[in-house]
C-alpha cells in the first residue's frame, strides 16, 4: 500500500551539497521547489528509480546541524564496488571502511552518514 517517495537532508550550503552528491554518488537534481525561507531540491538516480533525496537548504541559516550521534544512515548499492571506493577515496569523503563486512560509509559536507554497499551484498547470508 506504502511506497518509499523520499528522504530529507537539512544542509547549510545548498550548492557545496549539490556537488557533492553529484560527485560522490551521481546524483542529479529532478526537481526544485523554492520558497521565501528555504529551497528544496529533489535529487535522483541514472537508474530513473521513485525514491529520491530532498535537500532542505534554509536561506537564514548559519550554523551546522547538530547530528546527535549520528546513527540514522542512507544506503547506496553499486555495480562496481572497487571503483567506487577508489573514488570516494579520491574524493576524501570515506569515513568508515568496514572491511569485513565488505562495506563503507562516506560523509556528506554536513555530516550525515550514507553507507556504500555492493549490488549483490546481503544476498548469500
Known sequence: MFKFAHNNLNVLDLERSLKFYREALDLTEISRLEFEDFILVYLGDSFKS???????????????????????????????FDAAYQRHKKLNCICNDVKDLGIYFISDP????????????????
Not at 550525515?112 to 548469500?124: R, S
Open 110 to 125: 554536513d555530516g550525515y552518514l550514507l553507507e556504500v554497499l555492493p549490488e549483490n551484498w546481503g544476498k548469500d547470508f
Open 50 to 80: 521513485q525514491h529520491q533525496l530532498e535537500l532542505q537548504w534554509f536561506k537564514n541559516r548559519q550554523t551546522p546541524y547538530n547530528l546527535g550521534e549520528n546513527k540514522f544512515h542512507l544506503a547506496f548499492t553499486v555495480k562496481d
